[in-house]
């Protein structure tokens, strides 16, 4: 196994804005642009002076999840890692694995040490990972355009890789319900990137089929279109109680007519499908009266139902992670980055650590809440 240490610092800085709700915000940015401005990471970083100034609350009501003592830190950085994406916990192995799509490689941090070691290379261009109930890491592969599990012999197991007998764009992202049923997205990008050298496509945002939403049923192994109404669904996640489905929409990379937002969806229960699709949230944001919008990407739902969702493609001031409030998807919270965020999910001991892949680095900070859901 391959060691990395943390090498060369990111050239980004980080500085609030005027964010949302300016009459409340005013003096929170203030005091935290002054901190944050100039800020680095690493081991030879300046320590941070509690409470963790890009921790920003924008509402009351995230003041309570906000804790103290924890600052944010990078746990991994690289010059190597080009983009690190789909970050998921496995509890009783205690560590983190996540990818980096381009290099073709998986990684893991382990808790106990903090060490970081290649998992899997190649690993056929995954983008997301989950682990289901059993424990086993499911992945979401670009380069084969298959959803597949990985066993407790090693060995991999392709659950899904065509509909309709056409094959998939390149899963994105997934969740595992308590049924043993993988819901997953397929938005495209897998299909539009240039891997390995090779054209990626003939430049059709719909490299083989529509952009959807779907289900693996556990039972038969049959897999379910579940919904089409979106551009591109990326990340995407259930509420605490496994009533609703978040996803998050990129469909403005591609698509003039796409918002930027996070969608949800009512799950029928007794026929696992989804219905009443419509925003939840809006990744607009007022930036020094100017609406700005990136874009979210990996979102996960704490035991709350607040959703906690990677931001990006903006600059200072947005860039990290946006926290909603699960009744009228207002925006409550921030966690600012030096970096595009792609990802987050909750992990550690007790759950309560929310991990961040950002572009070539891993963050981490505690809160004062725990994930809904195990991975």
Not at 80 to 86: C, I, N, P, Y
Not at 180 to 195: C, R, S
Not at 210 to 237: H, M
Not at 304 to 329: L, Q, T
Request: hydrophobic share 35%; glycine share 12%; net charge negative.
């Amino acid at each position: 196994m391959n060691y990395f240490a943390p090498d060369e610092q990111p050239t980004g800085h980080l500085s609030n804005t005027e964010l949302g709700r300016r009459s409340f915000l005013t003096a929170t940015v203030a005091t935290a642009a002054s901190v944050a401005l100039g800020r680095e990471y690493g081991p030879n970083a300046a320590p941070v002076r509690y409470p963790e100034p890009d921790v920003v609350v924008l509402d009351e009501r995230f003041a309570g999840y906000k804790l103290g003592n924890s600052p944010i830190l990078r746990l991994f950085h690289s010059k190597k890692m080009l983009w690190a994406e789909g970050p998921a916990w496995n509890g009783s192995g205690r560590y983190l694995v996540w990818s980096d799509i381009p290099n073709n490689v998986q990684y893991r941090w382990i808790e106990d040490d903090g060490h970081v070691s290649i998992m899997r290379h190649p690993s056929n261009n995954s983008n997301g990972n989950t682990f289901d109930f059993r424990g086993r890491q499911i992945s979401f592969e670009h380069l084969t355009r298959s959803v597949v599990r990985y066993e407790y012999d090693g060995s991999r197991t392709v659950l899904a890789d065509t509909y309709n007998g056409k094959s998939f764009n390149g899963p994105n992202d997934g969740a595992v319900h308590p049924n043993g049923d993988i819901w997953f997205t397929d938005p495209g990008y897998g299909g539009l990137m240039n891997y390995e050298g090779r054209r990626a496509s003939t430049g059709s945002p719909q490299p083989y089929q529509k952009e959807a939403i779907y289900r693996i049923d556990s039972k038969t192994g049959r897999v379910f279109q579940v919904a089409d109404d979106i551009f591109k669904p990326n990340g995407l996640c259930f509420s605490p109680d496994y009533k609703k489905l978040y996803v998050a929409e990129t469909g403005a990379s591609h698509y003039k007519d796409a918002p930027h937002n996070i969608k949800v969806w009512d799950v029928v229960e007794n026929d696992n499908k989804l219905s009443n699709g419509r925003e939840f949230a809006s990744m607009m944001l007022d930036m020094d009266g100017e609406m700005k919008g990136g874009f979210a990407d990996g979102i996960r739902a704490d035991e709350d139902g607040n959703v906690w969702a990677s931001a990006g493609w903006v600059g200072n001031g947005y860039d990290g992670v946006h926290i909603f409030e699960p009744e009228g998807g207002q925006r409550i919270g921030q966690i600012l980055l030096p970096e595009i965020c792609s990802n987050v999910c909750f992990g550690g001991t007790k759950r309560n650590r929310l991990f961040m892949t950002g572009s070539s680095s891993l963050y981490a900070v505690y809160v004062e809440t725990r994930g809904a859901h195990i991975t």
